[in-house]
Structure formats: C-alpha cells, structure tokens
C-alpha cells in the first residue's frame, strides 16, 4: 500500500516561532512566478534653492518613486508585460500611505541552466500619484 503522508515541506503554509514574532518573513508569489527575492528602493527628488553666496537657504522634495527588482523561478513563459501597468502582490506602500498609483514594467530578464530552474528577473518603477 502506498505512503499518503504528504512529503516534508509541502506545504503551502509556514511555522513561525515565536508566533507572535513582529518580523515579517518570505514574500507573496506574483502570478507565475515563485518569488526568491523582492527588493524596493523608495526616493525622491530634490530641489534645493541657493542664496546669492552658495548656501542651500530651501529644500523641496517631489516626484516619489519606487524602483523595484523581483526575481524567482517560473514553469514556463512569462506573459508579456514589458511596458505594461504591472500590479506587484508584494509592493510596499509605507512610505506611500494608501495609493492608487502604477508601476510600470521596465526589463525583464530570463535565465536558464543544465541544473537549474528557469528564473526571471522583473525591473519595474512604481509611481504613486499615476493612475490608469
């Protein structure tokens, strides 16, 4: 008779201990992809206005952004959505507050091996005052 005990480490869950752990651990899969890493880089841009002797006298920042790099294993083709409104599961919208805003993909990068899984690699900017 055959085993039906699940494999060790199939599950789609995950033990956290302590429970009550304040860190936030792993990351959301985006569609068709198996997420290894998400990073995201959250910036500003600078006016900075000078007196008559050089001094910065004022400071203003505008146009907030975030460049974002997701990168996991995929099963097949990715759909094409290079230049396209992309809707990340895992962006992060702290520094943003509650947003409707786009990101945009900018690159997509593929990588294959003898022993390895198919991986790509998204580059997209996130824009939080640009709506569709």
């Not at 910065?56 to 290079?82: K, W």
């Amino acid at each position: 008779m055959a085993n039906t005990t699940p494999p060790v480490g199939t599950s789609l869950t995950y033990n956290k201990f302590p429970s009550t752990s304040p860190f936030t651990f792993g990351s959301t899969d985006e569609t068709g992809i198996a997420v290894d890493t998400y990073d995201q880089n959250d910036q500003v841009d600078e006016f900075q206005q000078k007196n008559s002797v050089g001094n910065i006298i004022e400071i203003i920042t505008h146009n907030p952004r975030s460049d974002l790099t997701i990168s996991g294993e995929i099963m097949s083709t990715m759909t094409p959505i290079l230049g396209t409104v992309w809707t990340p599961n895992n962006l992060i919208t702290q520094q943003y507050g509650a947003t409707t805003g786009i990101a945009i993909v900018k690159g997509m990068a593929y990588s294959k091996g003898r022993a390895k899984n198919m991986s790509v690699r998204i580059t997209a900017t996130f824009y939080p005052f640009v709506t569709t």
